[in-house]
T-cell receptor, first 118, second 114 residues
Framework: GAGVSQSPRYKVTKRGQDVALRCDPI?????LYWYRQALGQGPEFLTY????????KSGLPNDRFSAERPEGSISTLTIQRTEQRDSAMYRC????????????????FGPGTRLTVT | AQKITQTQPGMFVQEKEAVTLDCTYD???????LFWYKQPSSGEMIFLIY??????QNATEGRYSLNFQKARKSANLVISASQLGDSAMYFC???????????FGKGNQVVVIP
């Protein structure tokens, strides 16, 4: 079956521009997560949703970052007024249920969007 | 404070040998889960194995096993009979208590040599 997909795979933008990164989770997965991964580091949590409800956005670095999942499926991570420090791999993941439901409910990751801000 | 610590330098392992990757974690919550992911040079993140804090037995998945020592707060990954395709970065991660997020370590680099 289809895994998590993300688009675009690569995005180069100029400082000050807004970007929107899209994530299409595995069909039927309730929970969707956004992470950011710097080179040579592990992924760092940004935010997550159960269905359309944003449950935790404590990892978003500042108010230039926002995310939505309006119909409980596809999600968009938006970065306004991009800065060079925003350059990273942005990864989306989904899980069948939230981990709080009990059981592993491992997260399946998409291929990521490599964002470069020039 | 770092939730997950992976401090081994890059490791070279002979094909068909076993390799152990260290992971220690820090939590005061009695309910947590530990995960290992593989990231090959292609960049994808591949789920390998899960251990719950209340699980009585160490998790195993094919050639992967988790050496879970709760009192020491360690969750080492053991890869048996290494293959060339095992060359990758390996990340340990934890989900704790009521949080649904994963906290990742910095990873262990493994290179399998023929």
């Amino acid at each position: 079956g289809a895994g998590v997909s993300q688009s675009p795979r690569y995005k180069v933008t100029k400082r000050g521009q807004d970007v929107a990164l899209r994530c299409d989770p595995i069909s039927g997965h309730v929970s969707l997560y956004w992470y950011r991964q710097a080179l040579g580091q592990g992924p760092e949590f940004l935010t997550y949703f159960n269905y359309e409800a944003q449950q935790d956005k404590s990892g978003l670095p500042n108010d230039r970052f926002s995310a939505e999942r309006p119909e409980g499926s596809i999600s968009t991570l938006t970065i306004q007024r991009t800065e060079q420090r925003d350059s990273a791999m942005y990864r989306c993941a989904s899980s069948l249920r939230p981990g709080l439901a009990g059981g592993p409910y491992e997260q399946y990751f998409g291929p990521g969007t490599r964002l470069t801000v020039t | 404070a770092q939730k997950i610590t992976q401090t081994q330098p890059g490791m070279f392992v002979q094909e068909k040998e076993a390799v152990t990757l260290d992971c220690t974690y820090d939590t005061s919550d009695p309910s947590y889960g530990l995960f290992w992911y593989k990231q090959p040079s292609s960049g994808e993140m591949i789920f390998l194995i899960y251990q719950g804090s209340y699980d009585q037995q160490n998790a195993t998945e094919g050639r992967y096993s988790l050496n879970f020592q709760k009192a020491r707060k360690s969750a080492n990954l053991v890869i048996s009979a290494s293959q060339l395709g095992d060359s990758a970065m390996y990340f340990c991660a934890m989900r704790e208590g009521m949080n649904n997020r994963l906290a990742f370590g910095k990873g262990n680099q493994v290179v399998v040599i023929p």
